[in-house]
């Protein structure tokens, strides 16, 4: 089992940075391969981007491709997302979240995964 813990929300300018970070418990965190998903307002929650085990291998969704950046660090039981030109579509609530026995590429849908942080509120004003 593994506890997730996100932080680094806030709130933000259009066109302005956050970084992200998602602290898991656990001595086998390197063993795990890591998401990040969003919730908007109203709306379903939807995958942002995923790492694999070693950190060597990366992927996004299209709306987020090029402006985020999904790193983590095996040795602080850490996964971060760092968040550049943000804009106000970009409000949601982020969470992290992974599964045991997930392979990479992962998949997208929110009901593959059991293990979810608490999730940390992004909110990007115009």
């Known amino acids: 089992q593994v506890h997730l813990v996100e932080s680094g929300g806030g709130l933000v300018q259009a066109g302005g940075s956050l970084r992200l970070s998602c602290a898991a418990s656990?001595?086998?965190?390197?063993?795990?391969?890591m998401s990040w998903f969003r919730q908007p307002p109203g709306k379903e929650r939807e995958f942002v981007a995923a790492?694999?085990?070693?950190?060597?291998?990366?992927n996004y969704a299209d709306s987020v491709k090029g402006r985020r950046t999904i790193s983590r660090d095996n040795a602080k039981n850490r996964v971060s997302l760092q968040m550049n030109s943000l804009n106000p579509e970009d409000t949601a609530v982020y969470y992290c979240a992974t599964d045991s026995g997930l392979v990479y590429p992962p998949p997208r849908r929110p009901s593959s995964y059991g293990y979810w942080g608490q999730g940390t509120q992004v909110t990007v004003s115009s």
């Open positions: 790492i694999s085990r070693s950190g060597s291998y990366t």
């Open positions: 656990g001595r086998t965190f390197g063993s795990y391969v």
